[in-house]
């Protein structure tokens, strides 16, 4: 394929200018290169052997292993494996969710990404939208107000662990302090924490939202903030929900537990590889650096009378919309007039000044010409 070079090209220098989407850069995958000439596929239960055995299921359970670790649970209580990204892990939440009660509503914020919606649609489910904060954080008081008129049907409780656009956490005390005020004795909270899963346990205070604190379910990408090739992810559920949709398939010999049936055997290869040479100790390291980051842009767009913020300790620095060109220049993701650059590792402080320079210059034309009319 002559154009291979050519795409190469194109994505590789892409790769170096993008600042506002969660893709972690530093990682090198090289010596994984071989498996590209083998079908690796994990068809089944992570723990279920099949007779299809050219598979990476001992390395995903490591994987999974890990994370329960990091979300304050373990292997005996919940159970996971590694999606194609953090959509499937809320899509299997849902799933569950769905499994457990009959005529269920899912309650959710206008913050939330957009996928939900879709994965609503494909299950089938009942929804209410709830209203944001204006840092993207639910509002409690609508949640109440809404909750008042369904306090009869079950709910399903999908928080965001950090939001699309502002990094922003949905409080999962107040949560339990609304469901013990309306009574609510059938409920499922899912949390969607496709960026923070692996950077919250670092931040002061620590947000709520792993096992310890009565959650039932969690999805993470692993290509966000771990970083990789190909997109992935985790999602860990209690033991409970996922014996409820258990299925034995003859064909595979196998449990069939998961949404799809075959899946990327690679991807628990490269986050196994992560855990091994970083750990708990490498992923508070890695976020430390990157909100040192995040606090230095937000400190210099600031001093350029830009208005700029971020939510506690976020990686995301929020900011007034620049102009198209610029958005597109260093692919910047944006929402009405704010656009937001994310400092994930691999980013480097010489790449934000160079916005900065840039951001300037638009500033100073933008003021020349005003004062010029």
Request: with cysteine; proline share 3%.
């Amino acid at each position: 394929m002559k154009k291979i070079k050519e795409i190469h090209n194109r994505i590789n220098q892409l790769s170096k200018n993008f600042l506002g989407y969660p893709l972690a850069k530093d990682f090198d995958y090289r010596s994984f290169a071989p498996f590209l000439n083998l079908c690796v596929n994990n068809v089944g239960d992570p723990e279920s052997s099949s007779t299809l055995g050219i598979d990476t299921k001992d390395i995903e359970q490591e994987v999974i292993s890990f994370f329960t670790e990091l979300l304050s649970t373990n292997i005996q209580e919940c159970w996971g494996y590694v999606t194609n990204g953090g959509t499937e892990g809320n899509l299997y939440g849902l799933y569950l969710a769905r499994e457990s009660f009959n005529n269920a509503i899912v309650y959710y914020s206008e913050s939330t990404h957009y996928s939900v919606k879709k994965n609503l649609h494909l299950l089938g489910l009942s929804s209410i939208v709830v209203k944001s904060q204006d840092n993207g954080e639910l509002n409690y008081d609508d949640l109440k107000s809404l909750l008042a008129l369904h306090r009869d049907k079950p709910a399903i409780f999908f928080l965001n662990i950090g939001t699309t656009m502002t990094e922003a956490v949905d409080d999962l005390d107040k949560i339990k302090e609304i469901i013990h005020i309306y009574a609510i004795k059938d409920y499922y909270i899912h949390c969607d924490a496709a960026f923070l899963g692996c950077i919250a346990p670092f931040v002061e205070p620590k947000p709520k939202f792993d096992f310890s604190e009565g959650i039932d379910s969690v999805s993470i990408s692993g290509h966000k903030f771990i970083g990789g090739p190909i997109p992935c992810g985790i999602v860990l559920a209690r033991r409970k929900h996922r014996n409820r949709i258990v299925n034995s398939v003859s064909y595979i010999d196998a449990l069939d537990t998961t949404i799809t049936g075959s899946r990327n055997g690679l991807t628990p290869l490269f986050l196994l590889d992560f855990i091994e040479k970083h750990g708990k100790e490498g992923l508070k390291k890695r976020a430390r650096a990157s909100q040192k980051l995040a606090a230095y842009t937000e400190k210099q767009l600031n001093k350029l009378g830009v208005n700029a913020w971020r939510n506690n300790d976020a990686l995301t620095v929020v900011f007034d919309k620049p102009s198209k060109k610029l958005c597109k220049k260093y692919q910047l993701a944006s929402q009405d007039n704010i656009a937001h650059i994310i400092c994930v590792p691999g980013i480097e402080q010489w790449q934000i000044d160079n916005f900065i320079n840039d951001y300037r210059i638009e500033l100073d034309v933008v003021e020349l010409e005003e004062a010029s009319v």
